[in-house]
């Protein structure tokens, strides 16, 4: 089974962000996956910011990444856009690390104007990190979530139907890669 790392960008440690990505990777381990979470927040600060990529976490972080099948990028919306956690961690990413990678955005916020904002502010981003195979992301009001009074962490059916489909679609996508030749093999000589 592919290997798949979770990437949450929320500074918080309450977050439903994290609650988020942690039930997908649930649902993702119960498949057989393995699934490994990295909580940004968990990062040393200093050599994030100062863009450190010699640190021993932060190279440990960056070759998760390299080392993936498939990666999860999980962020609350704040003003139109992905976390500026998120932002310092993905720009200490090699030009091309996520090339050959199934990836699937989650963000989570306020309000539905947030809506687009997987489309319009992170999906350039991942593409530029060479994503080629972005699933249908998905975006949760953070009234769904009920991360602290321990009943379900999506709090109605119609968001649990639409998490759980998300998590299939990218499931098949990263089944659907772990099939194909690498460009070189498949072209016939």
Do not use: W
Not at 113 to 132: F, K, N, Q, T
């Amino acid at each position: 089974m592919a290997s798949v790392l979770v990437l949450t960008g929320s500074p918080s440690i309450t977050s439903r962000t994290s609650a988020l990505a942690h039930h997908v990777a649930d649902e993702l381990v119960l498949s057989g996956h393995d699934v490994h979470v990295l909580d940004l927040r968990d990062l040393p600060a200093a050599a994030l910011l100062a863009a450190d990529t010699s640190h021993p976490r932060i190279v440990d972080a960056v070759q998760a990444v390299l080392a993936a099948d498939g990666v999860i990028v999980a962020t609350p919306i704040y003003k139109a856009s992905y976390s500026g956690l998120l932002k310092v961690f993905l720009d200490l990413l090699p030009q091309r690390a996520l090339e050959g990678k199934v990836v699937l955005p989650l963000a989570t916020g306020g309000t539905v104007a947030h809506l687009l904002a997987i489309d319009y502010s992170l999906r350039p981003v991942l593409v530029s990190l060479g994503a080629g195979h972005i699933t249908t992301g998905r975006f949760v009001l953070d009234q769904h979530i009920d991360h602290t009074s321990g009943g379900p962490l999506l709090a109605d059916e119609s968001t649990r139907a639409c998490v759980a489909r998300t998590a299939d679609a990218f499931r098949v996508a990263l089944r659907e890669a772990e099939h194909e030749l690498p460009v070189a093999l498949a072209t016939p000589a």
